[in-house]
């Protein structure tokens, strides 16, 4: 069934695999992102896929950017908080800002965009929620302290949202990506990017449409039986 879909950070890297893969199985998607109006452009250009400019980080913004979403392409059914930023540095240079700066994001980001959609899809009686936390939020990771205390409490929303929207048949589950071939993977030096690789019993970085992929399974209408879990995607990096 096509379902109004809204993908934050979606304009780039694995959040424009995911708005794509959305829009593939029929939903009407719309991407927001936080500041980089040339690649938002192009991706509309190229997708035809709406994008929409707030901070998750502000509550306000988040809930009157969601508000203007519902009114142009209908109610929001399914949700993917995928915008994420890192600000890495070993715990002891770690500045307060690195701290905040990360966890108003990629944690505060998550209650900000999920919290003005809930009682919308209490009342209707579904929807599919959707966060991309890391391997590094399980694992934790060298230098982020910050990013891993995120991407774990990634976990704990969704699996306590599992519990308070399965009455109403609203699924809550987390996608933890390993290292995936973005942007952001591809800047580091090759000398670093081959260490990575070398931990990857694959033997490769991960596809941003292999993330996708995952997160077009939890949102369909027939995963409604799969609530509060977690998906492992990291080419067999890390189990729990
Ligand atoms: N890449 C990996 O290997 C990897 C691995 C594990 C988990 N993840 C997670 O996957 C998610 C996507 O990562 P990525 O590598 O695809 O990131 P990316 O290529 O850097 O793209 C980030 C997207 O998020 C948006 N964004 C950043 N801060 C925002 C804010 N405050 N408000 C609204 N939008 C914001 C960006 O908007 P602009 O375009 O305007 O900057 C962009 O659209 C993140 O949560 C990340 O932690 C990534």
């Given at each position: 069934m096509a379902r109004t879909a809204l993908v934050t950070g979606g304009s780039r890297g694995i959040g424009a695999a995911i708005s794509k893969a959305l829009k593939a199985e029929g939903h009407?998607?719309?991407?927001?992102?936080a500041g980089n109006d040339e690649a938002a452009a192009k991706f509309t250009e190229e997708t035809g896929i709406k994008t929409y400019k707030w901070n998750v980080a502000s509550y306000d913004e988040s809930k009157a950017g969601i508000a203007k979403v519902e009114e142009e392409?209908?109610?929001?059914?399914?949700?993917?908080?995928?915008?994420?930023?890192?600000?890495?540095?070993?715990?002891?240079?770690?500045?307060?800002?690195?701290?905040?700066?990360?966890?108003?994001t990629n944690l505060t980001g998550v209650f900000n965009t999920i919290h003005p959609i809930w009682p919308g899809m209490r009342e209707r009686g579904f929807g599919r929620i959707v966060v991309i936390s890391s391997i590094n939020g399980q694992k934790g990771q060298f230098a982020q302290v910050n990013y891993a205390a995120t991407k774990a409490g990634d976990l704990g929303i969704v699996k306590s949202l599992a519990q308070e929207g399965a009455a109403k048949g609203?699924?809550?589950n987390a996608v933890c990506p390993g290292y995936i071939a973005?942007?952001?993977?591809?800047?580091?030096p090759e000398k670093v990017r081959e260490a990575i690789i070398g931990?990857?019993?694959a033997g490769r970085l991960g596809e941003p449409e292999e993330i996708a992929r995952c997160v077009t399974f939890?949102?369909?209408?027939?995963?409604?039986f799969i609530n509060g879990s977690t998906i492992s995607a990291n080419g067999g990096q890390f189990f729990v």
């Open positions: 009407n998607v719309a991407a927001t992102y392409l209908g109610p929001i059914e399914i949700v993917v908080a995928n915008a994420g930023i890192t600000r890495d540095a070993p715990f002891h240079k770690m500045t307060p800002e690195q701290w905040h700066d990360v966890i108003d609203i699924t809550a973005t942007e952001m993977v591809m800047a580091v931990m990857i019993p939890l949102a369909s209408d027939e995963s409604g």
